[in-house]
């Protein structure tokens, strides 16, 4: 039973314009989300977080929102670049130090 | 620099052969994690530890082991149990505090001939 749910497994994107890449999760005690992005054959960055208590959290061309009533959280990428080429990773946790839930991934690309 | 050492970065194994996978950090970090990566699956908790000297099953243990007993150090042995062996493994570690991120390897490719 999965309970992050990346219901896209890829999604092409020109350059200069918006990525969405989406999460559904299940487990209403979730608090506490997270995006990484992963390169083939390496380990995945940390991009951004944000906690239950909020709605939106922006750090330069990345902004996540989250709909808790909707138990739904999205990654908006803009501009979007041909480096943002990756597979991405929503993940969730009850509490800033509870063990991570990861989704199965997105795989973005972004076409010059 | 800080960060997290795992190695090897790819090990061929023979079926029925136990490997060893070693990840060292030097972040500080109490917490630290063994994930697997599969193709299509996303990323897996095999063990944790949150000290010293304890660790806990994650939702795939079977036919892996780990040890703790050094806070630096958090080593998977892939035995000849695990049915499946062949995946990306990877390493991370967290710190203590609100933003609780965790921080990866760079992976380990175990490919079972």
């Known amino acids: 039973d999965q309970q992050v749910k990346q219901n896209s497994p890829s999604l092409s994107v020109q350059e200069g314009r918006i990525s969405i890449l989406n999460c559904d999760y299940t487990n209403s005690m979730f608090d506490y989300f997270l995006w990484y992005k992963k390169y083939p054959a390496e380990g995945p960055t940390f991009l951004i977080s944000i906690s239950s208590i909020k709605d939106k959290n922006e750090d330069g061309r990345f902004t996540v929102f989250l709909n808790k009533s909707a138990k739904h959280l999205s990654l908006h990428i803009v501009p979007s670049q041909p480096g943002d080429s990756a597979v991405y990773f929503c993940?969730?946790?009850?509490?800033?130090?509870?063990?991570?839930?990861f989704g199965k991934g997105t795989k973005l690309s972004v076409k010059p | 620099d800080g960060g997290i050492t795992q190695s090897p970065k790819y090990l061929f194994r023979k079926e029925g052969q136990n490997v060893t996978l070693s990840c060292e950090q030097n972040?500080?970090?109490?917490?630290m994690y063994w994930y697997r990566q599969d193709p299509g699956q996303g990323l897996r908790l095999i063990y944790y530890s949150q000290i010293v000297n304890d660790f806990q099953k994650g939702d795939i243990a079977e036919g892996y082991s780990v040890s703790r007993e050094k806070k630096e150090s958090f080593p998977l042995t892939v035995t000849s149990a695990q049915k499946n062996p062949t995946a990306f493994y990877l390493c991370?570690?967290?710190?203590?505090?609100?933003?609780?991120?965790?921080?990866f390897g760079e992976g380990s490719r175990l490919t079972v001939l």
């Open positions: 972040l500080n970090h109490d917490a």
């Open positions: 993940a969730a946790s009850w509490g800033s130090q509870g063990n991570l839930i």
């Open positions: 991370a570690s967290r710190g203590t505090g609100y933003t609780g991120e965790l921080f």
